[in-house]
């Protein structure tokens, strides 16, 4: 376990300089479990049902796949994958909503920046058709003041050109705002853009243990950013 380290955070953040929260969905608001398993379990279990395949041949055709598009938009456009695999991914994910939830910690925090007055983003790589499904499933929209995916801004988060995008369509200061993402090559790049506040979800599926940050502040709970708790630095 992660020392505990609160006495950190408020060098950490000072949110007396912090205008624009920029949050991760899937992985730091939403538990990244119902997607492995969407992904990795269910989806192979039908595709080789439906091709006649082994379950280890039918994951491992389909991880070539993703990797075969990972970084493009068709990595994440739910419409792709029903067209490429043959399968309706969108009702699955409706069919499978009773999986979609919230990370321990997620829905304090973001009640946590309402009563401080920040503005709110989720910048999203999920296609709008998941977006909806979960936020239909969990209220997520009513937390916050918009939710941008990656097809409105025209690429995903880990290339460069997402995040001048994204700050146009949001209107962002990047040295007022935090972003908070479990994933750290979505982190990089924006820091590479000039986003001054920086903090890694480690906890990003009910089911796996933590996976703490090397390079940057990393949290737990989202929580603990205001409230105080273990994070890694």
Not at 46 to 70: K, T
Not at 138 to 166: N, Q, S
Request: proline share 5%; net charge negative; glycine share 8%.
């Amino acid at each position: 376990m992660s020392p505990d380290l609160s006495s950190l955070i408020p060098r950490a953040l000072d949110w007396s300089q912090i205008d624009d929260v920029l949050l991760d969905m899937d992985g730091t608001l939403l538990d990244r479990h119902f997607d492995n398993f969407f992904f990795e379990e269910e989806l192979p279990r039908r595709y080789a049902a439906l091709h006649g395949l082994l379950f280890d041949e039918s994951r491992d055709r389909l991880m070539a796949m993703y990797r075969s598009v990972e970084g493009e938009l068709a990595w994440t456009d739910l419409h792709y994958w029903t067209e490429r695999v043959g399968i309706d991914v969108v009702a699955m994910h409706k069919e499978l909503d009773h999986m979609i939830g919230f990370l321990p910690g997620a829905e304090e925090f973001l009640r946590d920046l309402r009563r401080l007055g920040k503005r709110v983003t989720i910048v999203t790589n999920a296609h709008e058709a998941g977006v909806s499904v979960k936020a239909a499933k969990t209220g997520l929209d009513r937390h916050v003041d918009r939710i941008v995916d990656a097809f409105e801004v025209g690429y995903l988060k880990m290339r460069p050109e997402y995040w001048p995008a994204c700050q146009r369509l949001v209107g962002f200061d990047p040295g007022r705002s935090l972003y908070v993402d479990d994933d750290e090559s979505c982190l990089d790049a924006a820091r590479r853009f000039g986003i001054s506040g920086i903090v890694h979800s480690a906890k990003s599926s009910s089911q796996l243990p933590p996976a703490p940050s090397t390079g940057y502040l990393s949290v737990e709970r989202l929580s603990h950013l205001v409230n105080g708790g273990p994070v890694s630095l």
